[in-house]
């Protein structure tokens, strides 16, 4: 079935230190994938995006792994800062009884301890 | 540039009453999706809409929720005779492109509250 999963529903990280966030996903035909930050009462936000053929891209103080043998994806963040406390949700693109849509994991809830 | 634009952002109402959400897509996107978020929990994915075409609505109720995407104004999420269980917030995303193999732009959301 569809489902994307998350191996930590919580972080809590001091301000300036480096953030991970990690996601399972399931299907392994998945050929894109998106990070997500939805801060409170807001809507998602987008991040970065990665597609399959690649197993690394880097933003503006973030960077995303795919490993796709472990069906695994991560977010790095560097040098957290205070507006970065959100919640963030990986999304694979899926096709799904033969229409394509995002399938989101639960979320990771990023705080910033000062 | 406008974003996606979602109205009202809160709604209150009481079980049976019916409930409309509407959605305003970025310019030039014609693609738009609904999703439902429970509180502490990720969006599951409702409907996808094409201008006057369901594309897939296999994340919907079958029953008491429908959707549209007019030729003209914008898209509307109906929630008939409200339940508690319906209460959450409901987003909708825009692209330029099928699937979401685009960036999806979210709206703010439209918090739904059944009393």
């Known amino acids: 079935g569809e489902s994307v999963g998350l191996h930590l529903p919580t972080l809590s990280v001091q301000e300036g230190d480096n953030s991970i966030i990690n996601c399972a996903y399931s299907n392994s035909a998945s050929d894109y994938f998106i990070w997500y930050k939805q801060e409170s009462g807001k809507g998602p936000q987008f991040i970065i995006d990665i597609r399959s053929n690649m197993d690394k891209r880097q933003g503006q103080r973030v960077t995303v792994l795919l490993n796709k043998t472990v069906k695994h994806l991560s977010l790095q963040i560097a040098a957290t800062q205070p507006g970065d406390s959100a919640v963030y949700f990986c999304?694979?693109?899926?096709?799904?009884?033969?229409?394509?849509?995002?399938?989101f994991g639960q979320g990771t809830r990023l705080t910033i301890n000062p | 540039n406008a974003g996606v634009m979602q109205n009202p952002r809160h709604l209150v109402r009481r079980r049976g009453q019916e409930a409309r959400l509407r959605c305003s897509p970025m310019k030039g996107h014609s693609h738009v999706y609904w999703y439902r978020q429970l509180p502490e929990e990720g969006l599951k994915f409702m409907v996808y809409l094409q201008k006057e075409n369901i594309i897939d609505e296999s994340g919907m109720p079958k029953e008491r929720f429908s959707a549209e995407f007019p030729k003209e104004g914008p898209s509307i999420l109906r929630i008939q005779q409200v339940v508690r269980g319906d209460s959450a917030a409901y987003f909708c995303?825009?692209?330029?492109?099928?699937?979401?193999?685009?960036?999806?732009?979210f709206g703010e959301g439209s918090r739904l509250t059944v009393l």
């Open positions: 995303a825009s692209s330029r492109r099928q699937g979401g193999t685009g960036e999806l732009f």
């Open positions: 999304a694979e693109n899926s096709i799904i009884q033969g229409a394509q849509k995002l399938v």
